[in-house]
């Protein structure tokens, strides 16, 4: 059976060309045809999600902020930070799916999984109607553990593969460098989400292994690779 290809997933947006997370990376993501997009989230000190992956905005927009002990106006006029509901919007608009991952440990712990329920049941309404399919995902084991009630898709992300023996996600999340060793398929019911493939040789074993979904930094270098094999 020939090896079929994995959605692709633009990891923070088209960000090899775009600055990450910000709207032009989505926009670009769209254009160059990805599938779904995958985002960082983390809660401002008024309790708003924004698509973030440090703690402070020191690498991104060369600024102090810490986001958790920040309000989002002060964010934002530091730096046009785009928030979960935008990233929605964009997604819904465009038919893409959505990986959206949680960031931890963070002072406010489990805040960011109930907030993060709250909007998208919000607007699980408009997400079905678009057909798109959305996963909540995160490094921390207790994260994962506490969506286990919610019938969202969950994935647990980890660097080794032997992490996933006590995996309490719905999907796995290995690092590429974590899945040459891996049979090709999914695991037992799991689907397989991984991160992050950016060089040919990393998009061609994703393909060889039947990955499910494979985020990249570059959509339309992925999509050339994947339509050429």
């Known amino acids: ?53 440090d703690a402070t905005m020191k690498r991104v927009a060369d600024c102090d902020l810490v986001i ?25 608009e465009h038919g893409k799916h959505l990986a959206l991952e949680t960031k931890h440990p963070v ?24 057909g798109i399919f959305v996963s909540i995902m995160s490094f921390s084991w207790f994260a994962i553990a506490r969506l286990r009630r919610s019938d969202w898709n969950t994935v647990f992300l980890a660097v080794h593969r032997w992490f996933f023996i006590f995996n309490p996600g719905r999907s796995m999340g290995p690092g590429v460098t974590a899945i040459a060793k891996m049979r090709a398929g999914r695991s037992g019911n799991r689907k397989v989400f991984v991160w992050t493939a950016n060089t040919s040789e990393e998009i061609l074993l994703c393909r060889e292994k039947s990955i499910d979904v494979m985020m990249t930094d570059r959509p339309a270098f992925a999509r050339s690779i994947l339509e050429s094999a």
């Open 1 to 53: 059976m020939a090896p079929s290809n994995p959605l692709i997933f633009a990891h923070r947006g088209a960000s090899f060309d775009y600055p990450e997370m910000s709207r032009e990376a989505y926009l670009a993501a769209v254009e160059q045809g990805a599938d779904g997009f995958e985002t960082d989230l983390r809660l401002t000190k008024d309790h708003i999600i924004v698509c973030w992956h």
């Open 68 to 92: 958790a002990e920040s309000t989002f106006a002060e964010i934002q006029a530091a730096y046009p930070v785009l928030t979960l509901t935008e990233l929605l919007e964009i997604a819904l």
């Open 107 to 130: 002072p406010t712990h489990g805040a960011i999984e109930r907030e993060l329920l709250k909007v998208l049941e919000s607007y699980r309404a408009r997400i079905d109607a678009a």
